[in-house]
Nanobody, 122 residues
């Protein structure tokens, strides 16, 4: 199983980025997916999750209304559209694959991508 995350970069506060995560070696259309992030010196935290159909989503309170998770099962890809970015969003962002049930619990995610760095300047 491989999860390849991309799309990170440097952006000014108020700007936008779209992260992508392509999966291979798994039945992507039957797997719930999540995005997590880890800022320097902090623990990894949940950001957003999406069910395998795309019909249900979950968000961390601090990103609600600014971030949108979506997926394209035909492309084995999950996305995280990030708008109105803030300096406190600076972190390495990881995508992860869960089982069939959407969850916000980090320990329930089985497969992890390598991470992509998002830096938001003030």
């Amino acid at each position: 199983v491989q999860l390849q995350a991309s799309g990170g970069g440097l952006v000014q506060a108020g700007g936008s980025l779209r992260l992508s995560c392509r999966g291979s070696g798994l039945t992507f259309s039957r797997i719930s997916m999540g995005w997590f992030r880890q800022a320097p010196g902090k623990e990894r935290e949940f950001v957003a999750a999406i069910s395998w159909t795309g019909g249900r989503t979950r968000y961390q309170d601090s990103v609600k209304g600014r971030f949108t998770i979506s997926r394209d099962n035909a492309k084995n890809t999950v996305y995280l559209q990030m708008n109105s970015l803030k300096p406190e969003d600076t972190a390495v962002y990881y995508c992860a694959a869960d089982g069939s049930t959407i969850t916000t619990v980090i320990d329930e995610y089985v497969y992890w991508g390598q991470g992509t760095l998002v830096t938001v300047s003030s």
